[in-house]
C-alpha cells in the first residue's frame, strides 16, 4: 500500500507503492471479494483542513477502480493509527478529510472506508466522537456507501468488551456503519509469532 515509508509526501515507486493492475488482477482471480487499500493522511492532505493533493487522489482513486472494474469491493483504510504528522488528530481536521474524500468518491459503488486503522492511545469515547464527527461529514457529501469504523487499542477483537464496546454504543445510528476489528492468532495478539492459540 501507500502509507509505507517516513518520507512525507514522499515519491510514488521510492517511498512507497501503489497496487499495480497485475496484482489487483492476481488478486481477483484467486476468488478475493475484498482489497484493503491502505493510504497516509499526510500525503494525501499536507495541510490539515486543506485541499487534497490531486496527485495522491487520483492514485488512490485509481486503484479504488481497478479492483471494482475486477469485480472486487474496494477498502480505502487511513492507515494512521490516529496520528497526523506524529501527533493526536484533530476531530475536526479528520471529519473535514473523509468529507473530501467523499465528496471525491463521488456515487462509486462497492466501497468501505476504513475510517482508521488500529487507534491506540486514546480513550474510546474520543474515538467514537471522532469517528461520529466524520461520518457526519462523509454523508454530508454524496457517499452514501459502507463505512467501517474502528475502536481503540489497536481494535483488537480479544478486548473489544473491555476496551471499546461501552464507549460504541454511541457511534452514530447509520444502517451502513459497520466495526472494524483486528486479530492476530498468537498469544499476545502481535502477529509476530507462527504459533496460533485456540481461543
Not at 486514546?122 to 467514537?128: D, G, K, L, N
Not at 464507549?167 to 451502513?176: E, G, H, M, R, Y
Not at 456503519?177 to 502477529?191: N, P, T
Request: aromatic residues 10%.
Amino acid at each position: 500500500g501507500a502509507e509505507f515509508g517516513a518520507a512525507n509526501p514522499g515519491v510514488a515507486g521510492t517511498d512507497y507503492e501503489w497496487p499495480t493492475s497485475a496484482e489487483v488482477t492476481y488478486f481477483a482471480t484467486r476468488g478475493m471479494t475484498v482489497c484493503r487499500i491502505p493510504f497516509k493522511w499526510e500525503r494525501l492532505q499536507a495541510v490539515a483542513n486543506g485541499v487534497l493533493s490531486s496527485g495522491y487522489l487520483s492514485a488512490l482513486l485509481g486503484v479504488v477502480d481497478k479492483v471494482r472494474t475486477a469485480g472486487m469491493w474496494a477498502m480505502i483504510d487511513m492507515h494512521n493509527y490516529w496520528l497526523y504528522f506524529g501527533a493526536t488528530l484533530n476531530q475536526t481536521a479528520y471529519a473535514d478529510v473523509w468529507a473530501k474524500i467523499a465528496a471525491a468518491l463521488g456515487t462509486r459503488n462497492n466501497m468501505i472506508l476504513g475510517l482508521m486503522n488500529e487507534p491506540n492511545g486514546v480513550a474510546a469515547s474520543v474515538v467514537v466522537s471522532a469517528h461520529n464527527a466524520a461520518i457526519v461529514g462523509i454523508r454530508s457529501a454524496v457517499y452514501t456507501g459502507w463505512i467501517a469504523a474502528s475502536g481503540t487499542a489497536w481494535s483488537g477483537a480479544h478486548s473489544w468488551a473491555t476496551s471499546n464496546a461501552s464507549a460504541f454504543a454511541s457511534l452514530v445510528a447509520d444502517t451502513k456503519v459497520m466495526i472494524d476489528v483486528h486479530q492476530y492468532l498468537d498469544a499476545d495478539g502481535a502477529g509476530d509469532s507462527a504459533n496460533c492459540v485456540v481461543g
